[in-house]
């Protein structure tokens, strides 16, 4: 499936833009988010920022937090539709570190 | 940057930190406390999944009129010593038991306080769930706002002075800004190291306390033990959930235990009188790592490598009721139908429509660490370490609490740590000076790790920028696949000579010419992973040395070809010290004031627990 996440790095980039990834169905079958960054970090592209420094990976720590199709989730519990597009942006509001991480909350 | 001076830098902000903090603030020193994650949601106290425990004795002293007063401090010392298969340091098993019951019902108290629930049952324990301790943790480091806080910083590497250790430096994860805080001692407790495919701990378990402190001259000890438990692989979105480990423990104790079957179906048995003398207890673990981890060994395991728990053949209807009790037992600490943030309804309904639930062997504990006496002081003045960083108290299998021990450690850690500020000299400007100097001294991989500096981000970057290799993300999966094939709950020399030669190979083509790609210093992946790799790498290497040379089987170390306990020949720690050209490696007999060390040997890990002369106490005392 094709996911799009939004990339922005202040002082570099001029605007945010967005880069599509092409996940293998098979690699994140009943996979969620955080299963597919992890993908996309380790086999495509290492420079992706997403939060996982300190993740507990099972909804309890809440960190990794981020919009998914619109709507704040958690990385680590919004589980993927191969069917359904997939958009990933850092969650408003809170201003971007970079690529999908907020300013902590 | 960010530069600080202060007498006390703790290095950790889970369970370990926030008690050293708490100690040492209380004793009126000045402290730092710098945390990878965020206080509260940083370590592993959050992941806890079921009871933490002292003696009975003195829980029924502190009005819990359920407590079993039979079960001593005494017979507690003697599980964690007869468990630990008599490798533990037992001056620590005793500072354990005597300094747990007043941390632990003080964590207690600050839970409740701030509205968690804990469930007392005999002996002496309190069920919970990982986030409870970890809100009444935070709820006790905010009693103390006295304590300088630093969240969402690495600490890279420690700085010493030609005598003693001055305090350590690293970067803010978010921002790259470099952070170096001088303090006239230093306590680790940032936990342990998780080399494995499938863990079950947090993201922050990369091995960074053990390897600062022994590239500053520290010892490390017992690094050949890691403790697997069952862990969930399937669905993907639950991978790494502990839920298979608490269903098989509390529907077992209420007469539903899984039948265990290998990916052809065939039922993998546990002997009865086996599961008998370890229901319910951490001994469980062991034995799941035993007689499970076997069979995957031998190639007969699912093909993401566990094992199928089957519940078809109890009758629908105590499945029903089972599991009705389970859902409504657990729903005191979490979300009906959830387990932790998990939706585990799909868990549910498996169970009751007979379909099979996929459970690996997942890690969740590192023995080794750094080793410490009973005043957790390291050897290395003005240097003290706390927790899961640390070896020795539990020995061979971790039969005790993580979590006490964390706040045990951690409370000793202070204490000792603002004795020894309060009456040490000032750091000298010449010290300070010294260190960077000599940076080297605490920085440098050394022999056993020749391309790894704990440099500055920009001086990592600047390494990496000419190099042509894989990348830092990519590197630790690598090192994840070596480490599940030769260094996993099941060993033999064979793999464990396979993977020495693959990490070898790893460490000559791989860690010297690692990539980082992005040039931005700000929450820079790659960046970490360089650290973690090669911390992981150091502790891989002297975890799967230690395994090699101990050829027999001891508590979570077990080998296929070397099954007996041989007390005879291998009732030592394996000791690790840097030197200049590699490391040296010593064998301590552990200091044994209590029990005399057992002499011949058991014919396996299982037969050692039945052995009458060992007089092993936890049956007699449920």
């Known amino acids: 499936m094709e996911i799009r996440v939004f990339r922005y790095l202040a002082g570099r980039d001029k605007e945010p833009y967005y880069d599509t990834f092409r996940v293998p169905d098979e690699a994140i079958r009943e996979a969620t988010v955080m299963d597919a960054l992890n993908y996309i970090s380790e086999n495509i592209d290492p420079t992706l920022a997403y939060y996982r420094h300190s993740a507990c990976n099972h909804g309890i720590c809440g960190r990794c937090v981020l919009e998914v199709n619109g709507k704040p989730a ?32 | 940057m960010i530069d600080r001076q202060t007498d006390i830098l703790i290095i950790g902000g889970s369970g370990a930190g926030i008690s050293a903090a708490i100690a040492a603030v209380e004793k009126g020193s000045r402290v730092t406390l710098v945390s990878k994650g965020r206080i509260g949601k940083a370590g592993n106290v959050q992941m806890a999944g079921g009871s933490f425990s002292i003696d009975g004795k003195n829980a029924k002293e502190l009005g819990y009129r359920t407590a079993n007063d039979k079960v001593t401090p005494d017979v507690v010392f003697d599980n964690l010593v007869k468990e630990g298969y008599y490798l533990n340091d037992q001056n620590l098993v005793r500072q354990f038991v005597e300094e747990s019951p007043r941390v632990a019902y003080e964590l207690v108290q600050f839970g409740e306080k701030v509205g968690q629930k804990f469930a007392f049952l005999p002996p002496g324990k309190w069920f919970s769930v990982g986030r409870a301790w970890a809100a009444g943790l935070k709820a006790a480091a905010a009693a103390h706002p006295q304590i300088d806080i630093l969240e969402d910083c690495l600490i890279t590497h420690l700085l010493r002075s030609e005598k003693r250790v001055i305090g350590a430096a690293g970067y803010h994860i978010y921002t790259g800004e470099e ?80 039948v265990v079957r290998d990916k052809n179906g065939r039922e993998i048995l546990t002997p009865s009188e086996v599961y008998e003398l370890v229901r319910g207890s951490k001994m469980e673990k062991l034995t799941a790592c035993y007689y499970w981890g076997r069979e995957i060994f031998a190639g007969n395991g699912t093909e993401a490598g566990g094992i199928w728990f089957d519940y078809s053949s109890y009758p629908q209807k105590k499945r029903e009721e089972i599991v009705q009790r389970y859902i409504d037992y657990m729903s005191t600490w979490h979300r009906r139908g959830y387990y932790m943030g998990d939706d585990i309804q799909e868990v549910y309904r498996r169970i009751l429509t007979g379909g099979y639930l996929e459970v ?116 630790r999966r690598k090192l994840e696949e070596i480490a599940d094939n030769g260094f996993s709950f099941i060993r033999s020399g064979e793999r464990i000579a396979k993977s020495r030669k693959e990490l070898e190979q790893f460490a000559g083509q791989i860690l010297p010419n690692m990539t980082i790609k992005e040039k931005s210093r700000t929450y820079n992946l790659e960046l970490l992973d360089y650290h973690a790799v090669h911390n992981l790498y150091l502790c891989l290497k002297l975890g799967l040395e230690a395994a090699d040379m101990r050829k027999e089987s001891r508590g979570s170390h077990i080998r296929v070809d070397f099954p007996q306990v041989d007390h005879e020949h291998f009732l030592h720690r394996m000791v690790f010290g840097r030197t200049c050209d590699g490391h040296s490696v010593e064998t301590v007999t552990p200091p044994a004031f209590k029990f005399a060390l057992p002499k011949g040997s058991d014919a396996d890990i299982i037969s050692y627990l039945f052995n009458e002369e060992h007089n092993y106490l936890r049956p007699k005392m449920r």
């Open chain 2, 179 to 258: 952070i170096r805080v001088i303090a006239r001692a230093v306590v680790i407790a940032s936990g342990g190291y998780q080399v494995f495919s499938l863990q079950n701990t947090v993201t922050d378990m990369t091995g960074d306390g053990p390897a600062m402190a022994y590239r500053a001259g520290a010892k490390l000890a017992d690094m050949e033990f890691v403790l697997c438990f069952p862990t969930a692989l399937s669905p993907l979105r639950l991978r790494g959930s502990i839920y298979p480990y608490l269903i098989q423990v509390l529907m077992g104790k209420w007469g539903m235990p899984p």
């Open chain 1, 74 to 105: 958690l990385a680590c519990e919004a589980r993927i539709d191969s069917a359904i597009p997939l958009v990933l942006k850092p969650v408003p509001n809170r201003g971007v570190v970079r690529d999908l991480v907020a300013v902590p909350g």
């Open chain 2, 360 to 475: 690996g062997l997942g890690c969740e504990y590192s023995n080794g660490g750094i080793v410490v006496n009973e005043k957790m002081e390291t050897g290395v003045e003005g240097l003290y370490a706390a927790g899961e960083a640390t070896s020795g108290v539990f020995g061979a299998m971790r039969a005790g609490d993580g979590l006490i021990e964390m706040l045990v450690q951690g409370n000793r850690a202070g204490i000792s740590a603002a004795d020894y500020a309060s009456g040490s000299e000032d750091i000298q400007e010449t010290e300070i000076q010294y260190s960077c100097e000599r940076e080297a001294m605490g920085k440098a991989g050394g022999a056993d790790d020749p391309s790894y500096c704990a440099g500055t981000p920009g001086e990592i970057m600047e390494q990496c920028a000419g190099h042509d290799g894989i990348s830092t993300v990519e590197a």
